[in-house]
């Protein structure tokens, strides 16, 4: 069956370090969405994708980057780790039909100390 | 920028009620909302989606109905089951093109508990 994964599940890292947050999906969608998830905000849009070398900058992109090099994979990377990125992160994607139905991976639990 | 918003964040029912999650949203060029559930420790599920076009869309046990006079989107869980029992955004977006695309507005999210 076709799902969208991420990897690490849990990552613990210090303040200042590089972080790569793996995303990979099978459904073969052109669209791929980063979001962070934070108590008291909700879903919040970090980056997006509408295809191969394609990539945009959403509401709270500062401080995290994405490549899109195929169709599969949407990997976001935090430059310098701060704390205020301590968060779960969430990966989705989406057919070009019908961009805004989503479909999420389980999440990554990512901890800046 | 415009946003989704819920009018309650926690609603606790008994086991076979209804339940109705309420959400307003402010962006009129949306022309697509979607319910997502979320389980603790899972990423948002897909419920059900309705189109700006109608107002009234049921699924198995769910219902959604959209009011664009009042902007208002509305949720109801038919008997509902303690394994509803989740965090439920509402979300709108764009389908037809321009700058908001294919993004997707999240509200705050209703705690849903249901109780045996």
Redesign the interface.
């Known amino acids: 069956d076709a799902e969208i994964t991420q990897s690490p599940r849990h990552k613990i890292t210090e303040t200042g370090r590089q972080v790569t947050l793996a995303c990979h999906q099978t459904w073969n969608h052109n ?1 791929m ?1 980063w979001y962070r998830q934070d108590l ?6 970090i980056h ?1 994708s ?1 295809g191969v070398q394609d990539t945009n900058k ?2 709270v992109s500062d401080g995290y980057s994405v490549s899109r090099s195929n169709t599969e994979d949407l990997p976001l990377t935090l430059e310098s780790a701060a704390s205020s990125q301590t968060s779960v992160y ?1 990966c ?1 994607s ?1 057919e070009s039909s ?10 990554t639990r990512l901890t800046v100390l | ?1 415009e946003s989704v918003g819920l009018h309650l964040p926690t609603l606790s029912v008994q086991e076979g009620d209804n339940s109705i999650i309420n959400c307003a949203y402010s962006n009129s060029a949306s022309d ?1 909302f ?1 319910w ?1 559930k979320q389980e603790s ?6 419920i059900i ?1 309705i189109r700006s076009n109608m107002d009234k869309r049921q699924g198995q046990r769910v219902t959604v109905l959209l009011n664009k006079t009042v902007k208002h989107l509305s949720l109801q869980i038919a008997a509902t089951q303690p394994g509803d029992s989740a965090v439920y ?1 509402c ?5 037809r093109g321009g700058t908001s ?4 507005t ?4 209703t705690i849903l508990t249901v109780h045996p």
């Open positions: 669209n969405f008291g905000h909700g879903l919040r849009l997006y509408y959403g509401e969430f989705a989406s019908i961009a805004v139905k989503q479909s999420f991976g389980p999440g | 920028g697509y979607i997502y420790g899972k990423g948002p599920q897909f989606d955004f979300a709108d977006g764009e389908v695309y294919g993004k997707l999240f509200g705050q999210g």
